[in-house]
């Protein structure tokens, strides 16, 4: 189980470096990039240049305080120097480094268990609002956040930067996912087999629209708006404007959420095990890649789309292009929904009571935070992260503080 840690809020400002008295030749030891609780050094020598990074998260675990020293390894024949690394077992230390294999060393150490020191978001706030029962999604408006309550049947409505209620509109029974379309807040009710179209700003019913069996998830194009229907295999496309059904194309077993990329939906299937890319100018077919075990939540990061696999505790990244399978990292227990801030993509795990952060473009995981219970929903806007907690009747809103990092160099003449 993921815990969040509390971290400690004071900068390494220098680092010790300690040289063996055999000599390689000349070298320089540049600490780029340093923070609470991470640093990187790029070390150049007669035989090249590498960059190596170590956290005190990592090191902590292991009962070493602070950062290690540099280390003279004279077995490796480039780079001259090299940072300890950190293993999950606990076992590298300042007085054991491993040295037999330098390039697995640089795989394990920078990209699976190390985060750099301007990526780290830990550093953060969080509040805890009070909503219906059982809240299961969010969207914003712009001003406020749209907070649908699965059991009570309506939607608190909250204003983004103090999370004041502002009003609690009435829909259909079971409300699930929304989406806004610039004007308008759109509400899938599961258990009517409809969609309630609520106005922003007043929260004013416009209209209610009848789609296929137990909608879920629902996205918009920009024009129409993509209900999947996850008892009927098959997807909804609502004129916008005025409700209109302009089409329903079918798809995989028990269809989920709903991801745009611009030029096609991928909608998650999670009985199949698939994503069904459909086209949005007019729903043609385009491909099924395969991904992971029950396909739940996804959300693209403007190159790839993220699908969160519930029972595989994993990530599957897809290539909007093609469909070419990137990376699949693992997130946490029973991954949900997912969200990206620009940076970062968040997951919601409903089996450990937390979110974790990993970094879009590798994958990384960078840290796991504690909310509130069962998490469901997940969503970003620039005044944080927002997490519908399903069991608490609650919403948590995490603020982010991008760890600042200061140049600092060394030079070994």
Known sequence: MYTHRTLVGFLYLVACIVLSPFSWGRAKVSL???????RIAVVSSDFGTTERLETRDSLSAQGIKGFPSLERRGSLPSP????????????????TPHVD????????????????ANDAVASSTQATFGVGSFPFDIEFDG???WVTNYLSNSVSVLRTSDGFHVMTPTVGSGPGIMSFDGENIWVSNFGSNSVSVLHASDGTHVMTLSVGSGPAFITFDGTNMWVANQNSN??????????????????????????FDGLNMWVTNIASDTVSVLRVSDGLHVMTPTVGRNPIGSAFDGANIW??????????????????HVMTPSIGPSPVFIAFDGANMWASNIASNSVSSLRASDGLLIESIAVGSSPLGI?????????????????SRISLKRRAYMPIAWSNP
């Open 379 to 395: 969503a970003y806007d620039e005044s944080g992260i927002w997490v519908a907690n399903s069991g608490s009747t609650s919403v």
């Open 101 to 116: 294999n330098q390039v697995e060393h640089e795989r394990l150490y920078t990209k699976e268990h190390s985060i750099r």
């Open 32 to 38: 780029v990039e340093a923070s609470d609780e991470a």
């Open 80 to 95: 001259a120097f090299a940072l300890h690394p950190y293993e999950p077992n606990g076992n590298a230390s300042v007085d």
């Open 234 to 259: 098959n997807v909804s496309v609502l004129r916008a404007s005025d409700g209109l059904n302009v089409m329903t194309p079918s798809v995989g077993g028990s269809p989920g959420s709903i991801a």
């Open 143 to 145: 001003v406020n956040a």
């Open 307 to 324: 699908v969160a696999n519930y029972f595989s505790n994993t990530a599957s990244v897809l290539r909007a292009s093609d469909g070419f």
